[in-house]
T-cell receptor, first 110, second 117 residues
Framework: QQQVKQSPQSLIVQKGGISIINCAYE??????FPWYQQFPGKGPALLIA?????SEKKEGRFTISFNKSAKQFSLHIMDSQPGDSATYFC?????????FGAGTQVVVTP | GAVVSQHPSRVICKSGTSVKIECRSL??????MFWYRQFPKQSLMLMAT?????????EQGVEKDKFLINHASLTLSTLTVTSAHPEDSSFYIC?????????????FGPGTRLTVL
């Protein structure tokens, strides 16, 4: 039973474009919402994270938007680059345990 | 940033043998370590949570007698896959969290690819 639903499953974006990935959750006890980037054969790496008392967080080209009432959050990747081609996972944490979304494979074309 | 290592990075073994995977936090003390399994093209699934000096807590559906976890020190946790079978072939990833981490951030290792023949 997926506690965090992620969409789309895959995404193709041109270099310089914006990649948008969406996640939704049901458990209102979640208190930490990170995004991870994973390259093939590697472990996931933390990209950016947000807590529910903040509606938006920006770090470089990456922005998280958080809508507590809708129980949704999203990742925006601005000015997408070929090096951003990877699988992205959203996650939600309660008592330190992470529940991951299904993942989105992003391909940035030159 | 905090670094977590895993050893080995990949292992191939015969069916019926046991395999041990090590997870180390290199520059911080990890009070809690997590073990995940990831099948190809799928998400990470939490297998168990271990706190230093105590027994691991396994997620529903994970056989604790098959996946033995030891967290004997603040920098080392081990996962032993006992009597491995081909269906245990997967990518095993550990993560570690320090005591001072107020935001529940977990630092992930590079993963171990297990192939059981």
């Amino acid at each position: 039973q997926q506690q965090v639903k992620q969409s789309p499953q895959s995404l193709i974006v041109q270099k310089g474009g914006i990649s948008i990935i969406n996640c939704a959750y049901e458990n209102t006890a979640f208190d930490y919402f990170p995004w991870y980037q994973q390259f093939p054969g590697k472990g996931p790496a933390l990209l950016i994270a947000i807590r529910p008392d903040v509606s938006e967080k920006k770090e470089g080209r990456f922005t998280i938007s958080f809508n507590k009432s809708a129980k949704q959050f999203s990742l925006h990747i601005m000015d997408s680059q070929p090096g951003d081609s990877a699988t992205y996972f959203c996650a939600a944490s309660h008592w330190g345990k992470l529940q991951f979304g299904a993942g989105t494979q992003v391909v940035v074309t030159p | 940033g905090a670094v977590v290592s895993q050893h080995p990075s990949r292992v191939i073994c015969k069916s019926g043998t046991s395999v041990k995977i090590e997870c180390r936090s290199l520059d911080f003390q990890a009070t809690t370590m997590f073990w995940y399994r990831q099948f190809p093209k799928q998400s990470l699934m939490l297998m168990a949570t271990s706190n230093e000096g105590s027994k691991a807590t396994y997620e529903q559906g994970v056989e604790k007698d098959k996946f033995l976890i030891n967290h004997a020190s603040l920098t080392l946790s081990t996962l032993t896959v006992t009597s491995a079978h081909p269906e245990d072939s997967s990518f095993y990833i550990c993560s570690a969290r320090g005591l001072a981490d107020l935001y529940n951030e977990q630092f992930f290792g590079p993963g171990t690819r297990l192939t059981v023949l």
